[in-house]
């Protein structure tokens, strides 16, 4: 076999592994089956074949040979694709037996705990004083947006019950596995294998990014806090206040303006006006709340997109999202949900190179590369000038001035505390990690907890306790949260550069063009860093993000303005075409496609919530 039918072999063999993979990783998240140990066992193979130390030994080899190969145009992109496989072995590879055995069986733990949970019923009391089920979609609306306290409270006493759930359920073990699996690699604990695995830096070169972040934004966090107290009372404070004391009613007053209905056709206008192309990928979204489905919203690519010996391959892309759609608060975070993983499809689907290994959702693609693409298209959503053209009710007003500026000038106050919401997850997660198993106890992990929250947050108890965070418990996303702090950084990097040259982002159709040249093609061919300095001419830089989050009230509404104000002619045709087939689905049961075209997609799509929610 040739070095290049070797790399020819070696893609086919990990299409079908992944695709089988992948396709029970749906089917159990969506809880379309329960059949958890075949979901275990597909992925344990998964992780079997990127750990195989024979499969990094034999691409070794064939990097060898491949500098044999007489056509230089063949050489090259062979030897390109195989170090691409390279760079995937030696991120995953597992040389003793013994431990990949302990993965195997993590794998198997971590699959029982997920179905464990996935049974969980949590409750609350809604707006009629009735005991209902709630999803943590369901539960962190309620928090963000209720305007009764009592409902607040019971659903933020839900997020804590299911701490202490978890702790007393199988979340310790599964630490001390963790840790155990990472020491076996010679690792000091599980976080700092994740973060050398993921972001390809020592967990101290982090925190040397981290703690400068921490220091920049403190005391912003701080003096909003003190004012939200002085005008609110220390009430205001509390968890199950706090985001509707500076958010609440703003985002009260913005709910008719952004109807989940409306959420679909608004992803497909706007990404079309940007000029993003799928390239002829299948979307299928699933984008409902319903019992027994996993609470947050993500998007995997069981197809994954490539050029296989000069063919392309289209993408297979899945995504999610929790909408309620008759819940006040509902419609926004569902949009943003829906842009979010659509901007996730979009760089799944444009990865252009000669093998899968370039387009594979977890190490060597870092974590803060891959949520630069989703973050910025959901900043998107934050923009006057976006909203002035997308947010309109169903009588077709639309948003007022008034309400976007009540929004500007309620929540930039705590732009620092939302950076630090995340950045409060690594903070927790390494000092995890680094407790002995003797130490490792619910009392203790709760203490660690809040003591965290009280030093990062400034409050007492998170509004979204850390422990009801989804990421902690899943080995794709444990110990990986900085990436999400990260790649907002470079976001807001992206939107300096873009807002230089153009002085407009919203349905600016040189930017799909732009981010797929630069951050899409490439995959994993590129850093993170390199494809930031290809697109803006400068390394990652997080005093972007910071400068942001340091504006007064009255300094962001005065550029929320001018985005009104000065935004650049824009297109007011029909939006491009996506260049995809996208189907929208409620677990087994589809709802709308653009099999005949997008705008009968949309109103299949509005007239199924106006049927079922009435909204």
């Not at 899945?318 to 499809?345: C, M, R, W």
Request: hydrophobic residues 35%; glycine residues 6%; charged residues 20%.
């Amino acid at each position: 076999m040739t070095a290049t039918q070797f790399l020819n072999d070696l893609n086919a063999r990990y299409l079908v592994i992944h695709r089988t993979k992948e396709d029970w990783f749906w089917d159990t998240y969506m809880g379309l089956s329960d059949d958890h140990p075949a979901a275990a066992k597909a992925q344990t193979q998964w992780s079997q074949f990127l750990s195989s130390a024979d499969n990094l030994k034999q691409v070794k080899q064939q990097l060898e040979l491949a500098q044999n190969i007489e056509n230089a145009d063949e050489r090259s992109t062979t030897t390109h694709g195989l170090t691409g496989w390279l760079a995937v072995f030696e991120s995953h590879a597992i040389e003793e037996p013994q431990t990949a055995q302990q993965q195997a069986d993590l794998i198997q733990f971590e699959a029982e705990l997920f179905k464990a949970k996935q049974a969980h019923v949590m409750h609350y009391i809604n707006d009629n004083g009735e005991q209902v089920e709630g999803s943590l979609p369901v539960l962190a609306a309620a928090v963000r947006t209720s305007n009764n306290e009592a409902v607040r409270q019971s659903a933020h006493s839900a997020f804590i019950e299911l701490e202490q759930w978890l702790l007393q359920n199988g979340f310790i073990d599964l630490v001390k596995r963790r840790n155990q699996f990472a020491r076996a690699q010679g690792f000091a604990n599980y976080f700092d294998y994740s973060v050398r695995k993921t972001e390809h830096m020592s967990s101290d070169e982090l925190f040397v990014i981290l703690d400068d972040f921490e220091q920049r934004t403190r005391q912003s966090n701080l003096d909003a806090l003190q004012a939200l107290s002085e005008q609110k009372g220390r009430q205001a404070l509390l968890g199950h206040n706090f985001v509707y004391a500076y958010s609440g009613d703003a985002m009260r007053d913005l709910d008719p303006y952004v109807p989940f209905s409306q959420s679909l056709r608004r992803w497909v206008d706007s990404f079309g006006r940007l000029n993003i192309d799928y390239s002829g990928a299948e979307l299928t979204l699933d984008l409902l709340d319903r019992k027994g489905k996993y609470q947050n919203g993500f998007c995997h690519g069981p197809v994954p997109s490539f050029y296989d010996q000069g063919e392309w391959i289209a993408a297979k892309v899945n995504f999610t999202s929790n909408a309620k759609p008759d819940q006040v608060g509902s419609g926004y975070s569902g949009i943003n949900t829906l842009f979010h993983e659509g901007g996730h499809a979009a760089h799944f689907a444009n990865m252009k190179q000669n093998a899968p290994c370039f387009s594979i959702e977890f190490a060597p693609t870092s974590m803060a590369y891959a949520e630069t693409q989703s973050m910025f298209c959901d900043s998107l959503l934050n923009d006057a000038d976006w909203l002035k053209r997308y947010a309109f009710n169903h009588q077709g007003e639309v948003v007022p001035d008034s309400v976007i500026e009540a929004m500007s000038k309620s929540r930039q106050p705590f732009k620092a505390y939302e950076e630090r919401s995340i950045l409060v997850v690594p903070y927790f997660e390494r000092a995890l990690y680094q407790l002995s198993d003797d130490e490792l106890t619910a009392e203790n992990i709760t203490t660690l907890a809040r003591e965290t929250e009280l030093r990062i947050l400034g409050l007492t108890c998170s509004p979204r306790p850390l422990l009801a965070i989804p990421h902690l418990l899943s080995d794709e996303s444990a110990c990986s949260y900085q990436g999400y702090l990260l790649a907002h950084m470079a976001v807001y990097q992206t939107r300096a550069y873009l807002l230089a040259e153009y002085g407009y982002l919203t349905d600016n159709p040189a930017i799909g063009p732009l981010l797929n040249q630069h951050y899409w093609r490439p995959g994993n061919s590129l850093t993170h860093n390199e494809t930031i300095e290809s697109l803006t001419g400068e390394g990652f830089n997080a005093k972007y993000l910071a400068d942001v989050c340091n504006l007064s009230a009255e300094e962001a509404w005065q550029v929320q303005q001018q985005k009104m104000a000065h935004a650049s002619p824009r297109p007011q045709g029909v939006p491009a075409d996506l260049n995809a087939k996208i189907t929208v689905i409620d677990g087994a049961q589809t709802l709308a496609s653009n099999q005949q075209s997008s705008e009968m997609m949309c109103q299949q799509f509005e007239q199924y919530i106006k049927h079922h929610y009435g909204c």
